[in-house]
Nanobody, 123 residues
């Protein structure tokens, strides 16, 4: 069973950067697609970025394309989300989760959710 722990959130000014980490326990983590989602107050959880098990293929929400980069280091059982040019509308709790299949953006297809890390972008 894989367990996930997110970290790296914080308060940053618009235009700034943060790097989130998703650390996993469990030897099978490297066999899963991993994705980042976010949820702002009063809104539904939305897909942000996903990465295949090998790290060779990534996919992004249009709202973050060109600003965010997802990557993984399977030797460290960790997936990262580098967030640049942050905007106030990026403010949310960010979660990572895993899926056996690749390409889904539907949070109901993912499991092993972490507790989330808060990202706040001030204007």
């Amino acid at each position: 069973q894989v367990q996930l722990v997110e970290s790296g959130g914080g308060l940053v000014q618009a235009g700034g950067s943060l790097r989130l980490s998703c650390a996993a326990s469990g030897r099978t983590f490297s066999t899963y697609t991993t994705a980042w989602f976010r949820q702002a107050p009063g809104k539904e959880r939305e897909f942000v970025a996903g990465i295949g098990w090998s790290g060779g293929i990534t996919y992004y929400a249009d709202s973050v394309k060109g600003r965010f980069t997802i990557s993984r280091d399977n030797a460290k059982n960790t997936v990262y989300l580098q967030m640049n040019s942050l905007k106030p509308e990026d403010t949310a709790v960010y979660y990572c989760a895993i899926n056996r299949a690749f390409g889904s953006r539907d949070p109901t297809h993912f499991g092993s959710w972490g507790q989330g890390t808060q990202v706040t972008v001030s204007s």
